[in-house]
């Protein structure tokens, strides 16, 4: 995946030069990403006064692990990993440059369904062009609501599978990719290259949150767990290696975990009869070179 702030949730038409449909402005902002990485890792910064080094750190003598953000970090994750289906909306802003050289905010807000460990529904209703995506455990579809497309195609059998499989045939990236996969901890945790404890915060998601600070994969993470119910509420990144510094975050609410999923969650009926685009990258091949391939392999 690319490090610049620009991820599109989209695919092709398969007219010649027709325009990109299904675009979202949507960009990674928490860290510890099923299939991407830096160009090379940064440095740690170096540790504050208050750090306790994590014993079993010792082969990476550059890495400052505080306990309690692990013991922290640990426990959000253990508590999306253990639901069996859960649902929030996530409000992603995030900064882009403008011409007279201040950066410019934009935002978009996805309503997000998970069944463990094969069913997934996001409905992202603006800003920016509406787009929604239904995954039921042996398909993918993508759809534009406003020019009725949809691009549909073979899909792995789990969440985890289905996300790289999207991503890497489609350029389909979810911001909240982290808080969905089946194990949130265990993917940032062996790369880690600072975690430390801040402090409390009364004033985000209407709950008490403790805040932590963690830097992996060249990206430099902030984010409020509630105190109580360890829950993401707000998870805020910079990139390392952005020249710009620009801002990257997601507040996520309106959580429940563990509630029946209604039937037909996990499809549309007006996604089913929209008119059919490739599955494939939004991205032209630059000329003279060979298309890429624009559909998964089936599934066995």
Wanted: proline share 12%; glycine share 6%.
């Amino acid at each position: 995946m690319r490090s610049d702030p620009a991820v599109a949730m989209c695919a092709r038409s398969a007219t010649p030069g027709a325009r990109t449909v299904l675009a979202s402005a949507l960009i990674p902002i928490l860290a510890g990403l099923l299939f991407a990485r830096a160009e090379a890792q940064q440095p740690a910064p170096a540790a504050s006064s208050q750090s306790s080094p994590n014993p079993a750190s010792t082969s990476r003598p550059d890495r400052v692990l505080e306990p309690k953000a692990m013991e922290i970090l640990k426990a959000s994750s253990q508590r999306l990993a253990a639901a069996p289906s859960m649902s929030f909306t996530a409000v992603v802003s995030y900064e882009s440059p403008s011409r007279p050289g201040p950066p410019l905010i934009y935002t978009t807000r996805s309503e997000v369904t998970v069944q463990r460990p094969d069913k997934l529904r996001v409905l992202t209703p603006g800003d920016g062009p509406a787009s929604e995506f239904y995954y039921d455990g042996k398909t993918m579809l993508a759809f534009s609501p406003a020019e009725n497309l949809a691009a549909v195609a073979a899909a792995p059998p789990t969440i985890d599978a289905m996300l790289e499989a999207a991503y890497h045939y489609a350029a389909i990236y979810f911001p909240f990719t982290d808080l969905i996969v089946a194990d949130p901890y265990g993917d940032i945790a062996k790369d880690l290259e600072l975690a430390f404890y801040i402090g409390q915060s009364r004033v985000v998601g209407g709950v008490t949150t403790d805040m932590v600070a963690y830097g992996v994969h060249g990206v430099f993470v902030q984010v409020w767990i509630g105190a109580e119910d360890k829950l993401p509420r707000r998870a805020r990144a910079l990139f390392s290696k952005d020249p710009l510094q620009l801002r990257h975050q997601a507040d996520f609410a309106d959580w429940q975990l563990g509630l029946p999923v209604q039937p037909g969650t996990f499809a549309s009926t007006r996604a089913a009869t929209a008119r059919r685009i490739p599955f494939a990258n939004p991205d032209a091949p630059p000329p003279g070179a060979p298309p890429a391939q624009s559909t998964p392999p089936k599934t066995q």
